[in-house]
Antibody
Framework: QVQLVESGGGVVQPGKSLRLSCAASGFIFTTYSIHWVRQAPGKGLEWVAV????????YYADSVKGRFTISRDTSENTVFLQMSSLRAEDTAVYFCVRALTSVDEFWGQGTLVTVSS | DIHLTQSPSSLSASVGDRVTITCRTSESIDIYLNWYQQKPGKAPKLLIYAASNLQSGVSSRFSGSGSGTDFSLTINSLRPEDFATYYCQQSFGDPTFGQGTKVQVK
């Protein structure tokens, strides 16, 4: 069955870096775009980034542009979100999502990132 | 960025009620508007895509309408499992979400 499993979350100090992973299984990884969407505690949803099915295009929210980098490794069926210069306002649950807003959409369970000194 | 404004921010309703949530966008997005349901501690679930299309497996009690800048989500005959937070989202440009509408028990 389709699975997206996020990992890599934790507590990190402001200004530091963290890399999130999204391991995919149960579908043909190279045929779907993958998004990251985050949700601060008690707050709404915020789209973060997307990487196209073939890795050819990447787009970012203005709030993370220049600090976050999305990539994918087809040999591992994994998408990464490299986060640097982290701020308190980056504290959130980070979800990876297959094919956001399509009939094939599928969400992972999320991983919590806490930026705190 | 395209800004989405949902109303109300919260509402209280009873089982069996009909509930309507509206979403207004800061610019016209044709029908590129989607609706999600989220329960505490869970990932959001896509209910409606392209303004009025029911996602597979979603109850027909949910319906969506609208185009341009004004959209709505209606839940007919509210059931206990429908108490949740609902978000609209636009996919015309880089995705953005409304602030959410919490549907709670009256």
């Amino acid at each position: 069955q389709v699975q997206l499993v996020e990992s890599g979350g934790g507590v990190v100090q402001p200004g530091k870096s963290l890399r999130l992973s999204c391991a995919a299984s149960g579908f043909i990884f190279t045929t779907y775009s993958i998004h990251w969407v985050r949700q601060a505690p008690g707050k709404g949803l915020e789209w973060v980034a997307v990487i196209w099915y073939d890795g050819s295009k990447k787009y970012y929210a203005d709030s993370v542009k220049g600090r976050f980098t999305i990539s994918r490794d087809t040999s591992e069926n994994t998408v990464f979100l490299q986060m640097s210069s982290l701020r308190a306002e980056d504290t959130a649950v980070y979800f990876c999502v297959r094919a956001l807003t399509s009939v094939d959409e599928f969400w992972g369970q999320g991983t919590l990132v806490t930026v705190s000194s | 960025d395209i800004h989405l404004t949902q109303s109300p921010s919260s509402l209280s309703a009873s089982v069996g009620d009909r509930v309507t949530i509206t979403c207004r966008t800061s610019e016209s997005i044709d029908i590129y508007l989607n609706w999600y349901q989220q329960k505490p501690g869970k990932a959001p679930k896509l209910l409606i895509y392209a303004a009025s299309n029911l996602q597979s497996g979603v109850s027909s009690r949910f319906s969506g309408s609208g185009s341009g800048t004004d959209f709505s989500l209606t839940i007919n005959s509210l059931r206990p499992e429908d108490f949740a937070t609902y978000y609209c989202q636009q996919s015309f440009g880089d995705p953005t979400f409304g602030q959410g509408t919490k549907v709670q028990v009256k």
